[in-house]
């Protein structure tokens, strides 16, 4: 099967989605995963954007791998009898099922398989309790997602709960249902302290339905920091990755996040898209 590459598309840091969908096109590229378009939160998309969006999709033939809504990732949400709560006070579990409410209605719309979600940020207090409530909303976006015939995937991510190897054996040791799926990203991994070796590849084979790609290099290992920079040029070690998972037989997603900040955002997604390309063929 052909590899399917995708791309977060606000990572061109350009706000007119058709001038990436035309250079997206032009380029062969065939998906997109959608978190920004025209400045707005893809779940908050009115009818006439909406209808805006499917239009330049379908005229440039493009498909939505994805939508990124950023599902769960917020603080926890505290207890039934004093839950924490947005500026227009409304309790913030209400409001995140309501936004998942909305991305799975944008995924159908756009014929989108996956949903993004998160761990909420990581806390150093009631950490065993915000697990918990973590979990029993998964399960909740989880059934909304089946219901409509879409998959939710949980990105490991170096800032929330689940973000190490064994916070991601732990999720899916509690979550069992064929649309929750692990979201892998290997940059975040190695920005959490865990590379993808050949223990942790056993590990995430059988529940990743959809791969992330951006790369980093390690500034410092006490304390740990790590900066991104162009796929191949860092220390993620994607050519051992794309090796094992394509012998595995994944026929998913490869989703360029580029994530190197807004100057020269354009030419590094673009650089990014390449360098996949070569990795992939």
């Not at 959809?210 to 994607?238: F, L, M, N």
């Amino acid at each position: 099967m052909k590899d399917r590459i995708s791309v977060l598309t606000d990572e061109f840091g350009e706000p007119d989605f058709e001038k990436v969908a035309v250079w997206l096109a032009a380029q062969g590229f065939e998906n997109v995963e959608l978190r920004g378009v025209w400045i707005k939160s893809v779940f908050n998309l009115d009818e006439f954007d909406m209808q805006e969006l499917k239009s330049i999709l379908k005229e440039h033939g493009l498909s939505v791998s994805s939508i990124s809504g950023g599902l769960l990732k917020v603080p926890w949400w505290g207890p039934p009898d004093e839950p924490e709560k947005m500026k227009d006070g409304t309790p913030v579990r209400e409001y995140q099922m309501r936004m998942a409410n909305n991305c799975i209605e944008a995924a159908v719309a756009l014929g989108a398989p996956y949903v993004r979600a998160f761990g909420f940020h990581k806390m150093a207090i009631m950490a065993d309790e915000a697990w918990e409530d973590w979990i029993e909303g998964v399960k909740e976006i989880t059934r909304k997602a089946e219901a409509k015939g879409k998959t939710i995937i949980i990105e490991n991510e170096h800032g929330c709960m689940m973000s190490t190897v064994a916070s991601i054996k732990k999720a899916f040791n509690a979550v069992h249902s064929s649309h929750c799926k692990l979201l892998l990203d290997p940059g975040n991994l190695l920005a959490a302290g865990d590379y993808v070796t050949d223990e942790v590849f056993d590990l995430v084979k059988d529940i990743t339905a959809y791969i992330h790609v951006k790369d980093a290099t390690v500034q410092s290992k006490q304390p740990w920091k790590t900066e991104w920079c162009i796929i191949g040029d860092g220390e993620v070690g994607w050519l051992d990755i794309i090796k094992r998972f394509k012998a595995h037989g994944y026929n998913s997603y490869w989703s360029v996040e580029t994530h190197m900040g807004k100057k020269g955002a354009w030419d590094n997604t673009v650089r990014d898209l390449n360098a996949l390309k070569i990795l992939l063929a």
